[in-house]
């Protein structure tokens, strides 16, 4: 008995691999039925790239425009307004008061 037994022994220990191996394959990290999570994952991911592309592209346009070979009046007098606190007499200032006693 004991020898019948022990030939199905390295067949069941394999099935019971491949069934390991199947079920990993499936729901694991990296398996079949997570590819949908992945997929939006990437495209939520390549729409955060297209945005920080542009935040850049416009980001290295203002940074060339302060340069001192291409120097723009208006964008020069843009910062430097926003760095003092200045404004033009033209210009509409809108004041917020802030709650200072509802901070904490």
């Not at 199947?22 to 939520?44: D, K, N, P, W």
């Not at 790239?49 to 940074?63: C, G, K, N, V």
């Not at 843009?78 to 606190?85: F, P, T, V, W």
Request: no cysteine; aromatic share 8%.
């Amino acid at each position: 008995m004991l020898t019948a037994v022990r030939s199905y022994i390295s067949t069941a220990f394999l099935a019971l691999l491949i069934v390991y191996f199947a079920y990993h394959a499936f729901t694991g990290e990296q398996g079949l039925l997570t590819s949908a999570q992945r997929a939006q994952t990437l495209a939520v991911k390549s729409a955060e790239l297209t945005q920080l592309i542009a935040q850049r592209q416009d980001l290295e346009t203002r940074a060339k425009l302060l340069r001192d070979t291409s120097l723009s009046a208006d964008l020069l007098e843009e910062r430097a307004r926003s760095l003092l606190g200045y404004s033009d007499p033209r210009d509409y200032v809108i004041r917020i008061q802030h709650d200072d006693s509802a901070g904490g």
